[in-house]
Structures are given as structure tokens and as C-alpha cells.
């Protein structure tokens, strides 16, 4: 941090947040209250959670930490997304956002999240801050084309928020999503949902089989980008051909407010992605996504039942003996694999992801989840990502998406 008179501290009152917010808005050119009810009615939200850079007394800029839980193969892992980061315009280009971005990272391992997130499309900015891109799959259907025939045992209505949000809660806790990447609701997180998604005025619709609610599905429409974005489809267990009439339903009312495309980011084994590829819809890759490892030791603790379930399936490739992952500056984690299961033998601490070297071998190629490939650049690749995420259609999705 550059200055005597230069520090980083949380805010701790409401009229310093307030300010917060303001500054916040007039950096990015929006309105105050796009930031003051995005970040109050978000769940978790709390004063320390406001990182403020003040000086000579004066705050000239600062970020948000939003408190989620994500699923990471079935794992919620603690997470702090990170947002409304901003510099004043007088005092840019002094390094401030990078002294930010590091009292981030200490402060969020502090508060015991193990993973951060931000969107962005600024990658050189955050890369060089440790952030890697996850690539999450999109898929987009023209407004035009032609409604298609759905199963007739369902019927389809408009339904109110907060019914469709206590459907919403229902279905998850009947039938989880086994994606990871979701964002992780307990009770505390779900009963303030509601006040974080009303702002955003969703189009809920339902589908019935005989007047029973089986799935709902949520929208909403993008004036700027003329998009209707799909934010939530979930459905009752044996009811899997359902989101296919809340498809349509969606992509009439996309039609009848005069916007191009239907859109949503969807893991690809989701119904609806299926049907909009079946549909000849387009499917990219969004960029935006940002995440960082804060700490690893703990991270590959908790999932140390996803590596091993993972190569249990795998192990008639896997040769018994001792393999090592080499991470730039800062070490190595050793594995050791006998008689079909994995040990980890030591984790060694890391300040940065980047991986430099490894093993060449089948397992290490199982490990990091692009088995079958080879004479690739593992550094562009972002192997650790892979390993913890790719393999089981990672994406973050769903009404709360940071």
C-alpha cells in the first residue's frame, strides 16, 4: 500500500457503506439503487464484507464480498464473490485496485472461504492477480424459431415469485442438482433469497400434470441486449420432458416482447440445453467468470473423495506407485496410488496456480480431466481448474448468480 496516509479497512456504518455505494455507481454509470439492493439483499450481506480504501481520511474506492456456498461435486464449498470493484477516477493508476484485490484474498481467508469468484471481462487485469477464466457453456435460440410440439401431459402457467420461489425450494430439496458450480442454499440463504431476486423482476412460469406443480422456470429479459436470459429451470424427479414445454412457453414470451434470443448458461447434460440444441440453437462459451483458489490445502481436503471416486472407476489405466503434481513456486502435492485407492501424501503451501511441470503419465492425464489428450500447453490449460471442475460440468447457475 503506497502512503502514510493510505489503508484498506471494512466499513463500520451504514452512511460509510452508503458512500460506498455511491462512488460505486458512479464508477460503473449506474444507478444507486442497482447497487445499494444488490448488495443489502444479498444473502450473507454484512458491513465488514465492504473493503473500503481510504485516503487522508477520504474513501476513493472499495469492493463488495458477497458470502455464497457453491457445489463443488456435490461439495459446498465456502466462496466469496467478489464485486462493485472500483477506484475513484482521481486517484486510478496508483496501484490501489491491486492493494484492494490483495486485502481481498487476506480477508477472505480470514473469514474461511476456500474459493472467490468475480465477473468480468477485464482477464489481464485479474489474471495477473492470480483469477483464472471458467469457461461456462451458453446456449442461445433465435426468437424465430418455429414453436415446437411439447408432451401434452403438462400445462404451463404464469405464475407469482414468491409461489414459484417456495416451488423453487421444494424441487431442490427433492431432487438436488448433482452439478457443481450451483450455488448451495441452506435455510438462512434460502429465506433471504426472495428479497435478492425480487429486484430483478423474474418471469416465473410453472408446468402442471393434473394440477400438480412438477417444474418452474425462471426468466428474465435484458432491454440492453435485447436477451431473454433463462436464470433457473428445475424439475421433479420422472418429470425430465417437462422443461421442454417451459422451453416454449419461454420462448414465446421472449417473442412477444420483441426480443432476439433466448438464452441461459446450462451444463450440457440439462434438458433444456438439450432440446435448444436439438432446436439448432447455438452453443458459446462465456468468458466473464473469473475464479481463484484461496486455499488449497483445504480445498483438496475437502474433495479428496471426489479424486478418489473419480480414478476408482478409471483404475484399470492406473499403474500402482507414487505421482506428483509440480506447482510453480511453491511445491509439489504428492498422490500415491495402491491397490485402487488414493492417498495424498503431502500438500505443500501455494500462492499461486500455476502449473509449470507435471507427470506425464495416465493418471496425472485422468487427474487433471483431459485424458486422451497429449503436447498440450497444461500452463494455458489451467489444470488445476480442470481437475476440480471441468470434468463434472462445472458452471454457476441459477437465480443468485453472484
Known amino acids: 500500500m503506497t502512503g502514510n496516509n493510505t489503508y484498506i479497512r471494512s466499513a463500520v456504518s451504514r452512511s460509510e457503506f452508503d458512500l460506498m455505494v455511491k462512488s460505486s455507481a458512479e464508477a460503473f454509470g449506474v444507478g444507486e439503487n442497482d447497487f445499494f439492493y444488490i448488495n443489502t439483499k444479498s444473502p450473507g450481506f454484512k ?10 481520511d477520504n474513501i476513493v474506492g472499495g469492493l463488495n464480498i458477497l458470502k455464497r ?15 462493485d470493484v472500483h477506484i475513484k477516477r482521481a486517484h ?3 496501484g490501489y485496485g491491486l492493494d484492494l484485490l490483495a486485502d481481498a484474498v487476506e480477508y477472505m481467508k480470514k473469514e474461511g472461504y476456500l474459493f472467490s469468484l468475480l465477473c468480468s471481462d477485464k482477464h489481464s487485469f485479474y489474471g495477473a492477480h492470480g483469477w483464472r477464466m471458467i469457461p461456462v457453456p451458453q446456449y442461445m435460440l433465435d426468437a424465430s424459431t418455429p414453436l415446437f410440439p411439447v408432451p401434452d401431459r403438462y400445462t404451463v402457467r404464469r405464475t407469482a415469485l414468491n409461489y414459484s420461489l417456495e416451488l423453487l425450494r421444494e424441487i431442490s430439496a427433492a431432487n438436488k442438482m448433482k452439478y457443481s458450480g450451483c450455488f448451495t442454499r441452506n435455510k438462512a440463504y434460502a429465506d433471504s433469497l426472495p428479497k435478492w431476486v425480487f429486484i430483478r423482476n423474474y418471469i416465473c412460469f410453472t408446468a402442471f400434470e393434473d394440477d400438480r406443480p412438477v417444474a418452474v422456470c425462471f426468466i ?10 433463462i436464470h433457473e429451470c428445475r424439475n421433479l ?25 433466448l438464452a441461459g448458461d446450462l451444463p450440457e447434460t440439462h434438458p433444456l440445453a438439450v ?3 436439438l432446436l439448432g440453437g447455438c452453443r458459446t462459451i462465456t468468458r466473464d467468470i473469473m475464479g481463484k483458489i484461496l486455499d488449497l490445502n483445504k480445498l483438496v481436503e475437502k474433495l479428496e473423495h471426489v479424486f478418489e471416486n473419480d480414478l476408482r472407476s478409471h483404475h484399470h489405466t492406473i499403474e500402482d506407485g507414487r505421482y506428483g503434481l509440480n506447482i510453480s513456486g511453491c511445491g509439489s502435492i504428492a498422490l500415491e496410488w495402491q491397490n485402487r485407492n488414493l492417498s495424498i501424501i503431502n500438500i505443500n503451501k501455494c500462492k499461486t496456480l500455476e502449473i509449470k511441470e507435471i507427470d506425464q503419465s495416465e493418471f496425472v492425464m485422468r487427474l487433471l480431466g483431459v485424458s486422451g489428450f497429449h503436447g498440450i500447453n497444461y500452463t494455458e490449460l489451467n489444470p488445476l481448474f480442470e ?4 470434468p463434472r460440468d462445472f458452471i454457476f447457475w441459477g437465480l443468485d448468480r453472484f
Open 237 to 261: 424427479a420422472g418429470h425430465d420432458e417437462a422443461p421442454k414445454n417451459l422451453l416454449r412457453a419461454a420462448l414465446a414470451e421472449t417473442r412477444r416482447r420483441r426480443l432476439k434470443t
Open 47 to 56: 458491513l465488514s464484507n465492504t473493503r473500503l480504501y481510504i485516503v487522508d
Open 92 to 94: 486510478r493508476k496508483k
Open 220 to 229: 428474465r429479459k435484458d432491454k440492453k441486449t435485447k436477451i431473454m436470459w
Open 387 to 390: 481437475t476440480l471442475l471441468a
Open 69 to 83: 456456498y457453491i457445489n463443488i461435486a456435490g461439495v459446498p464449498v465456502p466462496t466469496g464473490a467478489i464485486a
Open 275 to 277: 432440446k435448444i440444441a
